[in-house]
């Protein structure tokens, strides 16, 4: 799978391409924020975007994840982040993206190939 991956954290940044490439994934593009995230996406049309909530400053995960389903729903899109509460899942259902809590690969790895639906 082609993949996007934005963190503003590049250490999980860094981590996340690692754990991808080693699992076959063709990372395309990277971002620190929502923007240039939503960027890549327009431009390199991925499979798969994962993107973190909280990306300050500019776009949160779950407003890029809005915009990348709202423009290009044939991307799939899946929010992973230590920020999960109510209001966050919510965002995520709403836009259409799966989410999945950081520290679980395993989750994010099925999360990034499976069909949920």
Same mark, same amino acid.
């Given at each position: 799978?082609? %993949?996007?991956?934005?963190?503003?954290?590049?250490? #999980?940044? +860094? %981590? !996340?391409?690692?754990?991808?490439?080693?699992?076959?994934?063709?990372?395309?593009?990277?971002?620190?924020?929502?923007?240039? #995230?939503?960027?890549?996406?327009?431009? !390199?049309?991925?499979?798969? %975007?994962?993107?973190?909530?909280?990306? =300050? =400053?500019?776009?949160?995960?779950?407003?890029?994840? #809005?915009?990348?389903?709202?423009?290009? =729903?044939? @991307?799939?899109?899946?929010?992973?982040? &230590?920020?999960? &509460?109510?209001?966050?899942?919510?965002?995520?259902?709403?836009?259409? +993206? @799966?989410?999945?809590?950081?520290? &679980?690969?395993? #989750?994010?790895?099925?999360?990034? @190939?499976?069909? =949920?639906?």
């Amino acid at each position: 799978m082609r %993949l996007v991956v934005a963190d503003n954290d590049s250490e #999980a940044l +860094a %981590l !996340l391409v690692t754990d991808f490439k080693f699992e076959g994934h063709d990372i395309v593009g990277t971002a620190s924020g929502g923007d240039r #995230a939503l960027e890549l996406c327009r431009e !390199l049309k991925p499979d798969a %975007l994962v993107v973190d909530f909280r990306m =300050p =400053p500019g776009m949160n995960g779950v407003q890029t994840a #809005a915009k990348v389903r709202d423009e290009l =729903p044939e @991307i799939r899109v899946v929010l992973y982040t &230590n920020y999960v &509460n109510a209001e966050v899942a919510r965002g995520a259902r709403e836009s259409g +993206a @799966i989410l999945i809590e950081k520290g &679980n690969l395993r #989750a994010l790895r099925r999360a990034v @190939i499976d069909d =949920p639906s």
